[in-house]
């Protein structure tokens, strides 16, 4: 199965922050990943597909990029209502696989 | 507006089985596949598999192979999940999701989940 390893496991930002989050793929996924917010009691949303592309009504300060197997996710402003944990999914290959997710706090 | 629509909580003793359903408004429930993901308390999401709401086609996580079973009502907009042989580390959310119009094996929408406790 493909790891993929999430960093950090949580942070903390002040609102307004530029807040990243790295996904790390155990071998060559391309483009193929996808990021989700978790709000607590919830189901999960998807915010990004295929790497890089925003999920139609999410708002524009989400944005992700690729390096290789290295994918960035970035608030560009964290706002209060970001607070949620952030997970990676690949899809490359079966099984589907997610990242062990990323706990964002407000400072 | 789309929708998955989970059956409600349940509590099982080790060894039983437990089926879950999702029922599927606001789209044409063939056009798009279904898979089912688990958070166990506290912890991250796993992919279980994935059933095609057209042909009734499954794919399963090795994990669950032999376990589990998907499978679908076109008749209803239903999707079923059946997990077997249940152990207290089954314990966990099961959620529903579909697959997003226009690939990326993605999920854009998401039941609210089930919570299967399993205890003796």
């Known amino acids: 199965d493909i790891q993929m390893t999430q960093s950090p496991s949580s942070l903390s930002a002040s609102v307004g922050d530029r807040v990243t989050i790295t996904c790390q793929a155990s071998q060559d996924i391309s483009k193929y990943l996808n990021w989700y917010q978790q709000k607590p009691g919830k189901a999960p949303e998807l915010l990004l597909y295929e790497a890089s592309n925003l999920e139609a009504g999410v708002p524009s300060r989400f944005s992700g990029s690729r390096s290789g197997t290295d994918f960035t996710f970035t608030i560009a402003s964290l706002q209060p209502e970001d607070i949620a944990t952030y997970y990676c999914?690949?899809?490359?290959?079966?099984?589907?696989?997610f990242g062990g997710g990323t706990k964002v706090e407000i400072k | 507006q789309a929708h998955l629509v989970q059956s409600g909580a349940e509590v099982r003793k080790p060894g039983a089985s437990v089926k879950v359903s999702c029922k599927a408004s606001?789209?044409?429930?063939?056009?798009?596949?279904i898979s089912w993901v688990r958070q166990a308390p506290g912890q991250g999401l796993e992919w279980m598999g994935w059933i095609s709401a057209s042909n009734g086609h499954t794919t399963y996580a090795q994990k669950f192979q032999g376990r589990v079973t998907m499978t679908r009502d076109t008749s209803t907009s239903i999707a079923y999940m059946e997990l077997t042989s249940l152990g207290s580390d089954d314990t966990a959310i099961y959620y529903c999701a579909r697959d997003r119009p226009g690939g990326a094996d993605a999920f854009d929408i998401w039941g609210q989940g089930t919570m299967l406790t399993v205890s003796s």
């Open positions: 999914q690949q899809y490359d290959t079966l099984p589907l696989t």
């Open positions: 606001g789209y044409t429930f063939s056009s798009q596949g």
